[in-house]
T-cell receptor
């Protein structure tokens, strides 16, 4: 399978704990995006990388959120001191800059904070 | 403020009926994508439209991009229960905006047999 892969698929954590999600994009895709989706809503942009550089962060991304893409391949999204409001589906997508706009999504990580 | 407005939010129809979903904005997009998403899964890309006025067909699905590249529609002919899902439109801003996709809130389609 050469699609976008996200791990874990599901995560249940207690409020106040830290969690980390991983995304493996389609190989050779140089753009990687993180989105958050709550029930009944479309995905909301969080941040994106071009290769290893983080080029934009949404105001939705509070100081408790950090994302990295150290070698321009896989990416991690960490949430510190989780809150119940962080419960959502976290989606990763990748694209090839030459193609510009077609983004392909992973299956997402469903986070539940109890 | 929602950059992309989708309508209707929810649609429940009988198998065999036709339907149209709309995606509107006051902003111009370099391209527009339509995705279909099933519960618990990530969105799956259906089509990308780039040129104003462009029409693309994918079996029973017809996608149109507005002349001014501000709006789009998805028309499904003879809907099937397998078409049930959340349909999302997403507009891509220009390269200077990172080709970042902004999404509408989605249209939940339920096709009853």
């Amino acid at each position: 399978d050469t699609g976008v892969s996200q791990d874990p698929r599901h995560k249940i954590t207690k409020r106040g704990q830290n969690v980390t999600f991983r995304c493996d994009p389609i190989s050779e895709h140089n753009r990687l995006y993180w989105y958050r989706q709550t029930l009944g809503q479309g995905p909301e942009f969080l941040t994106y990388f071009q290769n290893e550089a983080q080029l934009e962060k949404s105001r939705l991304l509070s100081d408790r959120f950090s994302a990295e893409r150290p070698k321009g391949s896989f990416s991690t999204l960490e949430i510190q001191r989780t809150e119940q409001g962080d419960s959502a589906m976290y989606l990763c997508a990748s694209s090839l800059i030459a193609d510009g706009t077609e983004a392909f999504f992973g299956q997402g990580t469903r986070l539940t904070v109890v | 403020t929602q950059l992309l407005e989708q309508s209707p939010q929810f649609l429940s129809i009988q198998e065999g009926e036709n339907l149209t979903v709309y995606c509107n904005s006051s902003s111009v997009f370099s391209s527009l994508q339509w995705y279909r998403q099933e519960p618990g899964e990530g969105p799956v890309l259906l089509v990308t439209v780039v040129t104003g006025g462009e029409v693309k067909k994918l079996k029973r699905l017809t996608f149109q991009f507005g002349d001014a590249r501000k709006d789009s529609s998805l028309h499904i002919t003879a809907a099937q229960p397998g078409d049930t899902g959340l349909y999302l439109c997403a507009g891509a801003r220009s390269l200077e905006y990172g080709n970042k996709l902004v999404f509408g809130a989605g249209t939940i389609l339920r096709v009853k047999s």
